[in-house]
T-cell receptor, first 113, second 110 residues
Framework: DTGVSQNPRHKITKRGQNVTFRCDPI?????LYWYRQTLGQGPEFLTY????????KSRLLSDRFSAERPKGSFSTLEIQRTEQGDSAMYLC???????????FGSGTQLSVL | EDQVTQSPEALRLQEGESSSLNCSYT??????LFWYRQDPGKGPEFLFT???AGEEKEKERLKATLTKKESFLHITAPKPEDSATYLC???????????FGAGTRLFVKA
């Protein structure tokens, strides 16, 4: 069990560019979550996958954001046409069942210049 | 709307000075209440799950309790290594997301 892995750890981009982040969950976990966290705030829910199906998505999530989990394994989060307000830590988490604790990765810190 | 409010925002303690962190929640049917610890630059790390009012969990210097409206994280004789942000979170019976509070930043001085 190597834990939840996220890549890259840091990403600096210019406004208007597209970025993609990757998350590799714990192998036996079929539930995967994406969260966003800004300084001084708790993690904010973005989206949830059960296996390859995206079952819940925050209504606050802009249509510039899209997530996939092909074959129910790793997941990617893409942000198109980045804005300075997208600067945040993007956290991925996995769990074996719906009412279990979340196992978080170390996150991807995005800075949009 | 489901909501979690934590207080205080920050807490400064001397080593050995016990205290409590508060988590007030509003949720339409509680599936579980969670406490996590987060160190700078890292993802949250699980501490406790509480499912029903009256339940208590303990781990080393930490003890979590739950009522129908609040949860408390009691820290007994803290050490500098307990310095971190402590996050409270809830899961409702409907839906799949875990909702987090803004956290309490704890500083323990030697």
């Amino acid at each position: 069990d190597t834990g939840v892995s996220q890549n890259p750890r840091h990403k600096i981009t210019k406004r208007g560019q597209n970025v993609t982040f990757r998350c590799d969950p714990i192998s036996e976990h079929n539930r995967l979550y994406w969260y966003r966290q800004t300084l001084g705030q708790g993690p904010e829910f973005l989206t949830y996958f059960q296996n390859e199906a995206q079952l819940e998505k925050s209504r606050l999530l802009s249509d510039r954001f899209s997530a996939e989990r092909p074959k129910g394994s790793f997941s990617t989060l893409e942000i198109q046409r980045t804005e300075q307000g997208d600067s945040a830590m993007y956290l991925c988490a996995s769990s074996p069942t719906v009412n279990e604790k979340l196992f978080f990765g170390s996150g991807t810190q995005l800075s949009v210049l | 709307e489901d909501q979690v409010t934590q207080s205080p925002e920050a807490l400064r303690l001397q080593e050995g000075e016990s205290s409590s962190l508060n988590c007030s929640y509003t949720v339409s049917g509680l599936r579980g209440l969670f406490w996590y610890r987060q160190d700078p630059g890292k993802g949250p790390e699980f501490l406790f799950t509480l499912y029903s009012a009256g339940e208590e969990k303990e781990k080393e210097r930490l003890k979590a309790t739950l009522t129908k409206k609040e949860s408390f994280l009691h820290i007994t004789a803290p050490k500098p290594e307990d310095s971190a942000t402590y996050l409270c979170a809830v899961q409702a019976n409907r839906g799949f997301k875990t909702i987090f509070g803004a956290g309490t930043r704890l500083f323990v001085k030697a």
